[in-house]
């Protein structure tokens, strides 16, 4: 396995002037590229970066710089298969000679990244590439340019980079792969990064969450507050039905019944058989009511366990022809489980979570919360609601993805054995 390094590491080396290497992920580009803050280029670091790259030197940008620069689309219609979005070419009018040289693009990227400048410090067409960056970077899309303006952000620089595509030393014709890099990076004693690694380090470190709306909701399980949030970069809405005094008797706000439910509109609302998601919510609010204090966060854009809705649908119809529930996204291109827990922790620390009780039968989603530093005190099992459509699910469950779902096996026994088991008349286990 690659050995990367800290995100932290990367950032520091960004803000003193250095370039670091960020490989994209393997589904994606799977190509690593040399990154340096625009406003930190010399020539000494563009010669170095056109030695060992592709040579087509692009400087991401935020989409509100490239507004102020007048830099429209290179191409009215998008058609990069990954959607990078290259505007018109620039050279700096002043101060160069014919603008390809290591000094010259170097004036003309400082000069990008300079805030006092405008669209007619420039001439078009150049030989520096701008590229828009998405607002959000990458947690709105997992890219080399958005990567590129949030290390420059987190180093406190200007929100501009400089990016090209390293070239295999191994095969010139090629671009270079993970292991490859980390040999490059040591060799040069660069920071290799991963773009997932930044994703994770913005969720895990930055809020991105806010405070929408607190209002009453009287349920058939009694009086719940709706607290709605809803996520800043892909404005995707969750909600907390939150029952007593979160901060408890001694105000620290520890050990709080919790359960993080994932949004799935076939089974919670259409009471669909083929899983157990709508019997879980059902008692995840009648276990936190008893209780009389604690909450049921429900993580909208997990449907699916990420997918979404209509991927899910898909992949139904690979289970009906036989595949499991893992297989079936497998077969999709999809992952097993793509969800992430980053938003659902900030939204419990805003209620004032400290430490929680988490009622899951999936050990995964305790690792999820604990990572983002929510403690984890006690793994409080849901019952098992387990019918004839949603055995083979609760098997793959189980079996697969590492469930912990006590009175399966008894379930299956009295099935086999002719029965009908507690679980199937709605009974729990």
Known sequence: ???????????????????????????????????????????????????????????????????????????????????????????????????????????????LADPDTGANDFTRPGHVVPLRAKDGGVLRRPGHTEAAVDLARMADLRPAGVICEIVSQKDEGAMAQTDELRVFADEH????????????????????????????????????????????????????????????????????????????????????????????????????????RGIVLYMRGHEGRGIGLLHKLQAYQLQDAGSDTVDANLQLGLPADSRDYGIGAQILVDLGVS??????????????????????????????????ENLTYLRTKRDRMGHDLTGLDEYENGRSAGSTPASENGATS
């Open 1 to 111: 396995m690659t050995r990367f390094d800290s995100i932290e590491r990367a950032v520091a080396d960004i803000a003193a002037g250095k370039a670091v290497v960020v490989v994209d992920d393997e589904d994606r580009e799977n190509e690593g590229d040399l990154i340096f803050a625009a406003e930190k280029a010399t020539p000494e670091l563009v010669a170095f970066m056109v030695r060992y790259t592709s040579g087509y030197l692009c400087v991401p940008l935020s989409g509100e710089d490239c507004d102020r620069l007048g830099l429209p689309p290179m191409f009215a219609t998008n058609q990069d298969k990954h959607g990078t979005a290259y505007t018109v070419t620039v050279d700096a009018r002043e101060g160069i000679g014919t603008g390809i040289s290591a000094s010259d693009r170097a004036a003309t990227m400082r000069l």
């Open 189 to 292: 004693d660069l920071a290799l990064i991963s773009i997932a690694d930044l994703i994770a380090w913005r969720r895990k470190h930055e809020k991105h969450v806010v405070r929408v709306a607190d209002a009453r909701i009287p349920t058939g399980h009694g009086t719940f507050r709706a607290v709605g949030y809803q996520s800043i970069y892909d404005e995707v809405e969750h909600v907390a039905l939150v029952r007593g005094d979160i901060a408890g008797p001694d105000g620290d706000g520890n050990d709080v019944l919790v359960r993080v439910h994932s949004e799935c509109l076939t089974g919670d609302v259409f009471g669909s058989l083929r899983c157990d998601c709508g019997p879980q919510l059902d008692a995840a609010l009648e276990m936190v009511a008893a209780e009389e």
């Open 355 to 388: 430490s929680m009780r988490l009622l899951t039968n999936n050990p995964a989603k305790r690792v999820g919360l604990d990572g983002y530093g929510l403690h984890v005190t006690e793994r409080v099992p849901m019952p098992l609601r387990a019918n004839a």
